[in-house]
């Protein structure tokens, strides 16, 4: 049995959990979605797909809404979802499950792993506390994947729209004048959206906040002018398990 696992990460807390799930599965690889941004069409072969993401507000990262858009399915794949999050996942399968269904297919499985945030903060203890933990939830997660179950994620009636719906600056990501001009951020960020002039990196507006370029700039100059003020400088993290190299795989970028 063949599985695919479609991975985006920002951070490396759902990247150290796609490993996990694969380490679990048999004949299972995973595969960046940054990767294939530029793929007009992208067929899936497989007998298992799975989605493993970060949620933001209750939603899906644009960038899978993006390449999930292109996907160009071989039959009908068991399709499941593992998403990490700091609050509430909301109703980011039904989101999901509604996404497929455009493509022909439909969600059979949902669960979540709670981790450390990527933009709201939580006390260094409660970071360990979830950090320690994700071996044994993942575990568990593979223990219910392995019989296949056939959940029914379709929503009622059609999920809003949330701030994460479409690509935006809305947090207003910039550099400071700490900024060395190292390109770390050109290269890291998973939408291609940020570009070095004259030595300054320049962000656009095909932004969807996933906060890649800020967690991972060694300068710490890239800050959040329209966030509110406790998370505008807020302390970076990444997985500890996690290189910048492991988020550059993902995107197909290898680290100079």
């Not at 299972?28 to 797909?49: K, M, R, Y």
């Not at 399968?93 to 945030?117: E, I, K």
């Not at 979830?130 to 009636?157: G, K, N, W, Y």
């Not at 004259?198 to 932004?207: N, Y």
């Amino acid at each position: 049995m063949k599985t695919l696992i479609y991975c985006f990460s920002a951070t490396g807390n759902s990247l150290t959990t796609a490993r996990l799930l694969a380490a679990g599965l048999e004949n299972c690889s995973v595969v960046g979605l940054a990767s294939l941004l530029e793929q007009e069409t992208i067929p899936v072969e497989a007998d298992a797909v799975g989605f493993v993401y970060p949620v933001y507000y209750g939603d899906m990262p644009h960038l899978m809404r993006r390449i999930i858009s292109r996907m160009t399915f071989t039959g009908h794949p068991y399709i499941f979802s593992v998403c990490t999050r700091k609050g509430h996942h909301g109703d980011v399968a039904a989101r999901l499950d509604t996404l497929l269904r455009q493509r022909g297919q439909h969600l059979s499985f949902s669960r979540h792993v709670p981790m450390p945030g990527n933009s709201r903060l939580s006390p260094p203890e409660k970071n360990a506390e979830m950090l320690s933990a994700q071996e044994d939830t993942v575990a568990a997660i593979l223990q219910d994947l392995r019989a296949f179950p056939a959940e029914d994620h379709s929503p009622e009636t059609a999920p809003q729209l949330t701030p994460v719906h479409e690509a935006s600056n809305m947090r207003g990501m910039e550099a400071e004048d700490n900024c060395v001009g190292c390109g770390t951020c050109e290269r890291a960020c998973p939408m291609q959206n940020i570009r070095l002039v004259e030595g300054r990196p320049v962000i656009g507006d095909d932004c969807i906040s996933c906060l890649t370029c800020f967690h991972w700039c060694p300068q710490e100059a890239i800050w959040m002018s329209r966030a509110e003020e406790e998370m505008q400088r807020r302390f970076k993290y990444h997985h500890p398990a996690v290189t910048l190299d492991d988020i550059l795989a993902l995107k197909g970028v290898r680290h100079e």
